[in-house]
């Protein structure tokens, strides 16, 4: 099976800073792919960032330019660092894993971490 877990959630003012952490386990043997999405009070979930295992990046227009992902192979953990934080950005964030594991390919989600930003 594979698991993920996040950390690093809280709340910040406008214009902080804060980053999140999200670790896969499991039997892997390569992840595929690692991202972060969020879902807003009221609103659908939707993508944040991904980072595929060629190291491509993909950013949603909205957090381009403010928020950093970046992960690291060998421990299956990734990382988003977001800066110039705005009340919009409010949202339980969710990490997602695709990894190639003795099981096959798998996804997973982690529970999510809560972000706030207050105005």
């Known amino acids: 099976q594979l698991q993920v877990v996040e950390s690093g959630g809280g709340l910040v003012q406008a214009g902080g800073s804060l980053r999140l952490s999200c670790a896969a386990a499991?039997?892997?043997?390569?992840?595929?792919?690692m991202g972060w999405y969020r879902r807003a009070p009221g609103k659908q979930r939707e993508l944040v960032a991904t980072?595929?295992?060629?190291?491509?990046?993909k950013y949603a227009d909205s957090v381009k330019g403010r928020f950093t992902i970046s992960g690291d192979n060998a421990k299956n953990t990734m990382a988003l660092q977001m800066n110039s934080l705005r009340p919009e950005d409010t949202a339980v964030y969710y990490c997602?894993?695709?990894?190639?594991?003795?099981?096959?390919?798998?996804?997973?989600w982690g529970q999510g971490t809560q972000v706030t930003v207050s105005s």
């Open positions: 997602n894993a695709e990894a190639t594991t003795g099981f096959g390919v798998l996804r997973a």
């Open positions: 980072l595929n295992s060629g190291g491509t990046t």
């Open positions: 499991g039997n892997i043997f390569s992840i595929n792919t």
